[in-house]
């Protein structure tokens, strides 16, 4: 397992009441409520919140591995990533799949970029062997 030597930045949020509950960051920036998938709430949920952070990584870690490929990406790219919760064996488990648009691009040099960020973004690199995630250009 690796160890950060160097800690960029510290998330901190405080969750009352789980999936029906609060959501509140120590520096304001964050504030909502959450409830459970599927409900009627008018909350958030977990899946959404890590499909939003993966997405947001993503794109960072694709406009540096297309920088180091010397590549410019398209100022109109996309990311629409689809976080699932379901059960195997009553166990719950998430599964994913981000489904990226880099219009513009010739096709096989949008895999590469796509492929190197998987490797660059740390959400990737946290379900990486642990989820199933499938990475689709569209």
Not at 64 to 70: D, E, I, L, T, V
Request: glycine letters at 8%; hydrophobic letters at 40%; one cysteine or more.
């Amino acid at each position: 397992m690796t160890r950060i030597e160097n800690v960029l930045y510290t998330a901190k949020v405080n969750v009352t009441g789980g999936r029906d509950g609060q959501a509140h960051s120590d520096d304001d920036r964050l504030s909502l409520k959450l409830s459970p998938p599927g409900n009627s709430g008018r909350g958030t949920n977990p899946e959404q919140l890590f499909a939003a952070g993966w997405s947001a990584c993503f794109i960072g870690a694709m406009g540096r591995a297309a920088s180091q490929m010397k590549i410019k990406l398209p100022a109109d790219l996309s990311l629409n990533t689809e976080v699932d919760l379901g059960t195997t064996d009553d166990a719950f488990f998430l599964q994913a799949r981000l489904n990226v648009s880099l219009p513009g691009l010739d096709r096989e040099v949008a895999q590469a970029v796509v492929e190197a960020a998987h490797q660059i973004c740390p959400y990737s690199k946290a379900t990486r062997g642990n989820i199933h995630v499938e990475l689709n250009l569209v």
